[in-house]
T-cell receptor, first 116, second 115 residues
Framework: AQKVTQAQTEISVVEKEDVTLDCVYETRDTTYYLFWYKQPPSGELVFLIRRNSFDEQNEISGRYSWNFQKSTSSFNFTITASQVVDSAVYFCALSDRPGGSYIPTFGRGTSLIVHP | DGGITQSPKYLFRKEGQNVTLSCEQNLNHDAMYWYRQDPGQGLRLIYYSQIVNDFQKGDIAEGYSVSREKKESFPLTVTSAQKNPTAFYLC??????????????FGDGTRLSIL
């Protein structure tokens, strides 16, 4: 079973639209970490945010915001007023420690295409 | 500038040949990782190392080998036993404080194809 599910394979929007990328995770640990990364066409993954399981506060950074809800095991990512430069593949990742070490597991990614 | 350097950017492998992908970091990170990315598959962990001279298999280690003789270097060898090596390979590193999990820094990747 997938530990991190990104059900949206591809999302296409027009510039200035708001868009939400979904992430649902599965873990038995009480302490874990969640991440979002952006992969532009150049290929390198860029870190966006880290959340630990004890911090359910939502976070906003410019046009980006994240909604962490333990009750639904979700960590969704919203881009407000999307721009063409937001076009990329976005990955959600979970880091827990079933074997004693924190090892990240990535979702399959959501490809976001923002049209001008 | 601090970062992770992967080389080469593109690599071609002939049948029965072993090839080695280079990964070097100057971030003074203890932990290093190798991932394989296939279309629609996300990132899958091949090997990881949390300290010099020690490494662990990830989810898809078969057909691959690694070494960690220096803190800054973590080369990946794709052996002839890996029958489907065509993929995008990403190297990453992170600090490893033993308590919490820090974000990973990624290289630009190596695209490997079969001739």
């Amino acid at each position: 079973a997938q530990k991190v599910t990104q059900a949206q394979t591809e999302i296409s929007v027009v510039e200035k639209e708001d868009v939400t990328l979904d992430c649902v995770y599965e873990t038995r640990d009480t302490t874990y970490y969640l991440f979002w990364y952006k992969q532009p066409p150049s290929g390198e993954l860029v870190f966006l945010i880290r959340r630990n399981s004890f911090d359910e506060q939502n976070e906003i950074s410019g046009r980006y915001s994240w909604n962490f809800q333990k009750s639904t095991s979700s960590f969704n990512f919203t881009i407000t007023a999307s721009q063409v430069v937001d076009s990329a593949v976005y990955f959600c990742a979970l880091s827990d420690r079933p074997g004693g070490s924190y090892i990240p597991t990535f979702g399959r990614g959501t490809s976001l295409i923002v049209h001008p | 500038d601090g970062g992770i350097t992967q080389s080469p950017k593109y690599l071609f492998r002939k049948e029965g040949q072993n090839v080695t992908l280079s990964c070097e970091q100057n971030l003074n990170h203890d932990a290093m990782y190798w991932y394989r990315q296939d279309p629609g598959q996300g990132l899958r962990l091949i090997y990881y190392s949390q300290i010099v001279n020690d490494f662990q298999k990830g989810d898809i280690a078969e057909g691959y080998s690694v070494s960690r003789e220096k803190k800054e270097s973590f080369p990946l060898t794709v052996t002839s036993a890996q029958k489907n090596p065509t993929a995008f390979y990403l190297c990453a590193s992170s600090t490893h404080d033993g308590v919490s999990n820090q974000p990973q820094h990624f290289g630009d990747g190596t695209r490997l194809s079969i001739l």
